[in-house]
Structures are given as C-alpha cells and as structure tokens.
C-alpha cells in the first residue's frame, strides 16, 4: 500500500530496479491535453542515470512508452499508463548486498516488513522507483502552464557547505540546466562539481540542499485543515529517497525572527492586487496559496552506498564489514532536482483540480 | 476539504474559534478500549490557552463531552465524537480585523478562496481548530501505549536562539512538564521564560523549534512510497498552525556529513536484535520504522497577530496601518508541544493499525 | 472505519440510538451556501418517528443544532456539522434483548465484529444512524437545485405485493407527501396504508420498493470505471439499513427483453439536444449521466424486529424464543422515501463537485 | 478519475480496447504469495473473446506479463502490475461509428464528458477494460483461498426467460465450467446455448442473470455504516459494464415476505457455533458478514451493439440509421461470470486485510 498520491490528479508508481519495468498510472488528467512521449523524455532525461560525470555511470536510457490514455495525441481522460523496460541489470554487483545490509540503506527494513526483498538492488526503494513520478509530474507541469502559467524551477542551493547564492524570483530554467550540478550560480556551481568528484574518488559520498520555486501561482489552492498547500507539499518532497528535512519560506531560519520582523505586510500593487511586501511565508498563507512565488527547500542526505568499507550486519545477525559495490551517485542532488520540481507540480496540480474540477478545465 | 486525516485511524475535526464549538470525529478506533474524557481533558489542559504566564490569557476551560462511540467507558469500533464548547469570545476585540486584514495571517487567503470568513476571529484557521487533533491525539497514545509501550515525548528544544539541550533518548514526560515553556532543560527553561515575557511586553513575538521523539517503535512501519513513515510525519505536523519547517533525525545539518560519517552502522545487540549504532535516520530507513527512537523537529515561526503597528490593507485593498488587538499567545510553542505530540501519536496509530488491521488489535 | 462516504463532497456521520446523539460531518460543502437548521429539519421530519400512525410511536423531536461551519446564514467552506440529542430513550425495553439475538438483526455480527455492542438499541446499526444522512442531504439538494435546477423525488412503489402506477417523469413532491405512506398513487396509498396497520396488529412487519427519479440532470456526471454513477448510487443506497436490492433503470426486468427492444434509440430534440426516445437506462450509459431523468428503485426487506414469537439463541449461544418489544416500525418504507432520497442527492452533488471543483460553483 | 478500487487491496485499472494494452496495478498485496503469470492466464482465458461459439469471434489470445512486484515467484509487498497488450484490432469496423452513436452504449456519453473518445472501438468503455479487474480477481481469489478456504463460485443463472435450478451452497466450479454458457444446470444450459446461437443469427442480443456464491467466509468482514459489505459488493458488481441490478440475499423477492417469513432463526450448531437456519440475508447482517454463504445477483442487459438496424444520430445530431459491425458478444453472460467473481473477491479480499492487516496476513 502506499503507492498513490493524489486526491483529484493521482498517481500510482511501479515496479523495482530489477525486474520487467518501473512506470507511473495516472488517473484524474483532464482529457483533450496535447502530450507526446517525446515531452515526457525531456524530463526522464533529467533524471537518467549516466547522464554527466557527477551521477552514476549506469548506463540506461529509460525510455518510455504510453501505454494508455493517449489517441492521435490528445488525452482522452482515461487512465494514463507510462511504462520504462529496465535495462543493464549487472545484478552480480549485489552478491554480496544479498547477505549483507547496506548501511543507512532501506534493506533492512524491508526484509523486517515484508520479509522477502529483491536483493538485486534497490527494488523498489531504489531511485528508479522516482521515473514513474517524474513521467507524471512532465504532465502535471504541462498542465499548470497551459491554465495558469505556473512555472516550476527547482536546482541545487547547497552541496555539502557550498551555497549558491540565487534569487528565486529570477533564476530561469536556463540556468539551472547550464551546467551538470544544476546550481544556477555558475561560479559555486564549479566548485561543488569539483568536490563531488573528488569525494567519487575517496569512496564516499555527500549531500546538500534543493530549493524549487513555483511562480504565476492561483491564489486559493490549499485544503485546511490537513491538506493545507504545504502539508502535502511537505508530504510529497519527503516521499523521496534521500529526503531529511522540508522547508516552506523562511523554514528553520524563520524561528530566529520576531513576528514585527517575520510577518509579511500587506500593500496593493499597480493593477489593484493585494500582494506581500516580503515574502517569508513562502506564497502560502493558513495553509492556501496567495498569490506570491512558493519557494521551498528540501535536505537530501547523503547516498547511503558507498564504497568505504562500513561495519554491518548480515542479514542473520553476524556482524561484519562491507564495501559498496554497484554504480552509485556519489550525490543524489542533480537528479533530484527534476524529482521535486516533479512533487511540486504533481501537488499543485492536483489542488487546482480540487479548485476547478476535473473536466474542461483546460479551456478556462 | 481536506478536514481528515489518516486512511485506518482517521480522524475528521471540526470548529471554528467563534460558533457553536469544535470537535474532531474518530473513525476506526478498535473496540473495547477504555476511555475517558478525564484522560482526553489531561491533553487538552496542556493545550489550553490560560494556562500560564506566557501563554495567551483567554480564559477557556476547554471542557470535552464525549458524544458517541463509547459506552459503559469503553469504545464500541463506531466513530467517536468529541466535542468542546466555545465560551469567553470577545467578538469585539476583532472589530478592526473585520475590515482589515493581519499580515501573515489566513484572513486575505481565507477571503480569497472562500469569499467568507468568520471575521469575529481566526475561524477555522486559528489554533483552536487543533482542540479535536489533540483529544484525537490522546487515544492514539493510549492505543499506541497499549499495543507497543510506544511513548511520545515532544517539548521545547529552541526559543528564538535559546536552545535547549536534551537527550531524547532519556527525557520524560516530567522533566517537560516541569515548566511552563515546556523545554526539559531546565535552566535553559527560565531562560526562555523570561524571553516569551519580554516579548510580549514589547507587543512583539517569537518562535522556535519542537522536538518529538516516540520510543519503543515496532520495526515495520510505514508504507512506501508515498506513504513512507516520514512522509506522514511530515504532512501531519506540516499541517498544523504556523508550522514552516520539518526535519527526521539528522535533518538540515545532516547534508553537512559526508557518507560515511552519516551512515548508522549496523551491529546485533544482546538480545540478537539488529540495530544502528548512530541514529542520524531518526527512526526511519527506506520510509519504514527500523524500531530506534523516531526523533523530529518541527520549525514555528513567530506568532503573526502582535500588538506592533503593522502596515497592511483592507478588504477593499486601501492601505492602511494596524496594531492586533485580542489576546495572544506572544510565543506558541509551549502550547505546540501536545499538538505535535498528537500529529505524530495519529500518524503512528494509522500505520500501526495499517500493518494490525482494526479489530481485535488490542488483544495483540 | 467506513462511515465516511464521498470524494469532494464528503459526510461522516456519528452517532448510535442510545447515548449522546447522533449526526454528520459535512466536508466539502462550498462557501456562501445559505442554509438554515430550519431547512435542514424539514427532511428530519420527513425521517422522524412518531410522524403518523403507520411508523413507530417512539417519539423524538429530532431537532437539529448545527454546530460549525455556518456564519451569519451562510456556508464557509468549512465542515459543517449538525447534531441531534438523542431523547426518549426507553432502555428497558432492551433487557431481553441485551441477552438474546434477534433474528436477521445486526446484534450477532456486530457482536462477532467488535466484541461488544451498545444492547440498549440497535446502537450504530439502527436507523437512526441515518439521521446524519439525511441532514447531509438536505444540503446536497440544496445545491444541486440552485446549480443545475436538479429535483430529486422519492416516493414508495410497492408496498409487499401492492404496487402503486407512478409516472417517474411527472410525479410532484406534492403527490408524495399527501399521504402518509408516500405512495402518489392515491387510491393504491390507501390499501398500503391499510395493510400496514393489519400487519402491525399481528405483530408482524412487511417490506416493498422505493424507486427514486432525479430530473435536470447535467450531462457527464460520473466516473468511469469503478466510479461509474450508478455504481456510487448503488454503493450509496445499499449502505442504507434494510436495503437487499438496487435497480438503475430497467433493471432486472430489462434482461427479459432482447438488445433491439431494449436499446434506447437516439434522437435530436427541438433545442438540438441529443436525446433518447426511451430511458430503459435510467438515465446514465457508461457509468455517465446522459442527461435524461435518472431512476432507481431498491428493495428493503421488512423490519427485523416483530412482536411475533421466534426461535433465536442467546450470547452464549443457548436455544431460545424472543418476542421483539420496542416500539417498532411495521414498514420502514415511508420513513425511508428521505433516506433514498438523500443518498442519491449525496452521490450527485459529489460527482458535481468533482466535475465543477468546489469553489466557487455556486455561483456559475 | 475513478479508475481505483479498494482500500487496501486497492487496485487501478488502465487502458482501452485500442491502443497499447490494458492492465491493473494491485496495491496492497501481502508479500510472499506464490503467484505465476499462468494461474492469472487461467480466469483471463475464461474472460477472453473467442472462446467459445457463444462469445464474440474476435481472437486475442490476452496474454498476460507481470511487469513488477513478484521475485522468484513470490510477492514484495509492492505494487504488481500485470499488462496485456492488445492485438487484432481491426479498427475499420468501427468507421461508421466514428460519426454515429450507438445506441444504449456510452459514445454519446464518453464524448459529452471528455470531448474526446476513440472511436476505434469502445474505448475505454469496453468489456475489455476488465481483463484488469479479472487479473487482480485472481490474485484476489488465492490470497481468500489460503487465508480462510474461501471460495466464489459465480454462474449464469438466468438467461433471458430461461432460468436454471441451481443450488448455491452445493454448486462446483467444474459444473460451471462443463458448458460453454457457464450454467451448472446441464439441461438448461443447452437451451440457454441454443437460444443464444439464434439470437445470433438474428442480429440480436440478450441479457440475463449472474448469480455468485462466496463460501467458508469468516465472521465480522464490512464497516458499517458505508462500507457494509453489500454496500461495496453492489459498488464493485454495478461498475462492470451491462450491469443494471443488483441482489444480496432475498433481494427484491424477499420485499413480498412477512418479517416472520423473512426472518433468519438462528440456532446453535453442533460446534458451538450460531448459525442461521435460512439464509434470507444472503450471509451479510448489518452490514458484516455473519458466516453465512454470501449469495448475489447481478442483472446484465442485452448487448447493446447489435447487428439489427436501429435508429441514432450522428456526432453533430442528425437523424440517421446505424447496423452494428464489428464481432460483439450476442449475449455477455457467459463471460461476465468471471468477471462477477472477480469483483466479490476483491471486495472481500479488501474488506479481509482491513481486519487482519497487511503484512503478515498470510502467515495467519
């Protein structure tokens, strides 16, 4: 259980990193919506393994196929099925990771819920499982741009200790796709390339920080009381693999505020609208989008395989050491950008359907 | 929409600040467990306003009336109700909030999606609205104590930049009740205190961070992927007044470490129990409870109404100046305390009966 | 578990027959609704016992107090909750009961469910757990008529083997409610009417048919597949205690006829509507409305509980005889005329939401 | 939206009878089950077109894959997916009805909700949207089997006027199975064979009666107040496709009884255990199951494609003539019979896990 998200734009993912394929069902999309799978590619491929020197060299194209809920192009608001074959499945890599449990990894606790694991990789805690959510979150973000303009940018503010220094008001898809690290500050963004590839080489591995805006939102999306706009934006990033810690606006550095210092004043802008001065509420306010940019941050920890010998277990309980094998991201955070921009936009358009229902919506 | 939560032990809460009253419907608790609104009153006399110094002086007793799903002191497996009456509300403390709107408040929100909002006070998005989380709350614990000696200990770790120390592992429920403020630490305690009484007489306010840490967790836990333990977590406490951030075990300051240092290392205990060394996954690997101490923070910013002169807007988005009248809370985290306590007793209740089923669990 | 019923326009209600009261949670209703208790109660008494010589003598006021949710006269947007106080509540009656099953009750299995049960009524499973139904809809046909115009009209087709000839198309809410039982078949009301008080006098009870027409019907409502409309309609009236049956249109009679006489032929009305000459459909194809006037009919079996003498065992499972005492409806067919019609209004005006969003519709 | 059923057995169906494939994601399974790709193949041969002289020629073989969530032929806990491309579509057949709307199907429907249909075949409406649901049924059918030696037995009951005399506590699937009409009464089932062929040739269609019998069902499965057993039972079986009436127990027969005619005595059997000695309630009391063999109906009208001219209109309204093509069913019976299983057994699998958990369940 577990494996939809959604209330009105739900999703189901599947499938293991071994085994016939992973992919994504997505129900609630409203019909007569242009896709292709070419579209939904460009975002695989922000996500694909193999794609830089920074991520892991496993080599898989990850091509998908739509299976259903497409005709001559258009979709028919019927259940949309993407599927990608896995490929490349060196499974003699995880001989040893068949007796022996990875560190900080999700094996053990697998094995103790369910009591039977596919040993030959991550199955479905691997990253792999996060296609089927980037193949859905490419629709969902087509669909906020089609009726309300929403622009969804996620990209790299921190790797380890280095920050970016980037204004979330103005940083472009551009960008953050100028370079392999996904930090629009092109500066920090060398040095952080550096660094992941010098901890590659020690056999470690490091983690960091995502920030992802949403600009052009609606005000009113949000459901109070307990499908406030940043619970389930806070459910949805820390569904990730990897993911620590969740931030709205001013986050953890807001609690060193005072309320006359933190609070957002009000003022009316040139076409009448009543906006924010500051935006330290993040574009949400009770619990509902007003108006302003949403801007977020989510930890990532480091990868959790590495190729350090670590003390552990097997899965009998004798205590042991183990040396990662596999071909593992030394840092998840440049394929994890694609993954909360997909969250994001999987959420907001699922509360803009709850606002405007799921029919036609995409003529208004 | 989106007044329930949970998918076994589900909870629907109702009420706004003025009317009738507010309450939360329990649906799925299992049978024949006893319960009474004496053990539900000890919860919501911790999250009760007037009862401190530092907390706001609004004077409501908070008393609950259990009106279904009991009988003869033990609950039947039919939804239980629990409501609180309103009293002591000072409508005319909000006259100027009727006209215009309070910065970082839900007012233009509310307004904006609902065109209607209970201008007599926060409604439905102030802070009463968690009276049904909390008593909902105290019967998850009981179950949770019940089945599993699961114990939840949430307090004070940071006023503003007053932090506290505490070893989650060792705190108890006394040393946190110890104080008003609710921070186990206690010279740190006196501290804040003296901090939430300037403030308030400043006509200002602050925030902080509430740590929670549930022990004696049963492995298994949690449904991936979307549905992961922290997942839940987070959108529970992610939902609750003011909330602006979320952390699970290393959080934000774990990106700091590289893998190595990070990872929790494996080893058997006495008991051939297989355990973690460190506990930087706070409880949770791979979205499921690995049976260590599950430990969160949860980041509060400042509270929004003050008594400074703020600049805003009205209705009609004239701009204008306002100073909050009513009475507040200068600081809300020790009144938080309970309520994350609660999300996190309902979101461990769920997953519990998730993995148990619903009835007969408490003979288990 | 499972007394919550709708997606976007969502009721849970509470409540058993003895105790503090019963009642509903509705979420999802939209906001500037006017809406009064007043109205609201003109369906209870619809529903209420004591309401003539053919339903129980229990007596109870049924008046309603709507708690949250409702301001100055107005809808929120918030959960709006409704509460009856149980009154009149003659446990004595019970004491038989509290040790012996009746037969075709719900006492045995809720007891084999949950272990214990409220022995003083029927609990959770009497009729009066429909109250919260029944206020719910009363808000849902509200809706649904300022909307879309959308009338919805129960009434008793058969009473045992008394059949009343009703033209769904035509019938008034005036016709029904001008007699007792609720049959608009005048003349045919007065034998139903007749043979009810018979059937009193011998202790026993009997059962019969309620079809419903829901008329102006918008084009498109429903789900496919599992939420096709007739099978939430089906899902929504075979909740209702006593029901054994559903029909949507022609139901089991239809599959008497061949596919050339039972098609519904198309045809282009004077508006250029697309329109069907007949409406063996009853109004949906392919689980969607189709514009036409939907009908359904469902059977309710006779009240379980008779003053005859029958063969029953006790909790422990000893052989016995039991008389029912209690003051008993004979037929439960007049008072559920509302509970029909309520269902069917609840599963429309959820699929309208779902169709329209839930904001704002009261305005288009 | 709607194409998810269950709670936690939940599954999703996807895809159209042209285009890539159709197919199911099953969430919720408990892990460790043996399951192959042939045991599934078993109950989607009993579905598929072609099988016999009865049923459509239309030949697909409806090869299944599993895709995800079985290892070494055994369950993960995770989801499982199971696809069956599609084959043989000759899509001319349907030209003439690109433009013309067939009557009593949901073309007219389908595109007054979605804008957009393909119009190669039936869509998403077609039966063979639930080779999914047979799928998941079969996997449904062996976890009940393990549990608790549930079995469900369906059959066709009635066709058109000819009713065969079967009984439900005794029937065998290998009666069911020993005629192409699946009717276990052999002399009958001849005359419903013959009566089908000459329907056939008539270019006509006919409809008729499922009847189901779910055996060994263990006490207190459904959650009252929706959730009732029958109430999901009648929800899965009025989502198939054709189906226009639904019976648990006595039905609408039962509605011509006397409350002591119709009444279930119990009695103490030679186990200790309380049984009914009639089974008028169809095994379901309250809403929970009470033990009893649950006993159900489903009416599925004729076909509504049929060869016979018959009068429509085109998409843009104008009066016409249309004489189906393609290779339809004469009468769907034969294989709706596995389809009826296949919903009783999700509906009981779904209600079994939310009494026992998910994990685990099959080691009880």
């Avoid at 491929?45 to 794609?51: F, I, Y």
């Avoid at 993407?82 to 900080?104: C, G």
């Avoid at 591995?205 to 934006?233: T, Y």
């Amino acid at each position: 259980m577990g494996n939809t998200f959604g209330h009105l734009f739900r999703i189901t993912t599947f499938g293991e990193s071994h085994g016939g394929g992973v992919g994504v069902v997505i129900d609630g999309c409203p019909p007569q919506l242009e896709i292709s799978a070419e579209e939904i590619q460009v975002e695989l491929d922000r996500r694909r393994p193999g794609q830089s020197k920074i991520t892991t060299p496993r080599k898989e194209s990850d091509t998908c196929e739509i299976l259903s809920g497409v005709f001559e192009g258009k979709t028919m608001g019927t259940p949309i099925t993407i599927l990608v074959r896995n490929q490349d499945t060196r499974s003699q890599d995880y001989d040893e990771m068949a007796v022996k449990y990875r560190p900080s990894h999700a094996d053990a606790t697998y094995d103790a819920k369910y009591g039977i694991r596919n040993w030959q990789g991550g199955g479905r805690s691997s990253a792999r499982e996060t296609i089927g959510r980037v193949a859905a979150g490419a629709i969902a973000k087509k669909i906020l741009k089609i009726v309300g303009g929403v622009e969804i940018i996620g990209y790299v503010k921190r790797i380890k200790d280095l920050e970016g220094v980037v204004d979330p008001n103005l940083v472009t898809m551009e960008q953050v796709e100028s370079n392999i690290v996904r930090c629009p500050d092109a500066e920090c963004a060398e040095r952080m390339i550096e660094k992941i590839e010098q901890i590659r080489r020690e056999g470690d591995s490091i983690g960091g920080v995502v920030e992802c805006v949403a600009r052009n939102i609606p005000k009113g999306l949000g459901e109070p009381v307990f499908d406030k706009l940043e619970a389930d934006l806070a459910k949805g990033v820390m569904s990730l693999p990897a993911s620590k810690g969740f931030e709205i606006g001013s986050g953890f550095a807001g609690t060193l505020l005072t309320g006359s210092e933190h609070n957002d004043e009000f003022y009316t802008d040139e076409n009448g609208e009543i906006r924010t001065v500051t935006n330290r509420s993040g574009g949400i306010q009770g619990g509902i989008s007003n108006g302003e940019n949403i801007i977020l941050r989510v930890a990532f920890k480091p990868t959790a395989t590495i190729r350090k010998e670590q003390r552990t277990v097997t899965l009998t309980g004798e205590e042991t050491l183990l040396a990662g094998k596999g071909r593992h991201d030394p840092c998840v955070l440049p394929r994890a950008v694609p993954m909360v921009e997909a969250m994001v936009a999987l959420v907001l358009c699922d509360h803009l359907l709850r606002q405007q229902g799921q029919c036609g919506v995409l003529k208004a």
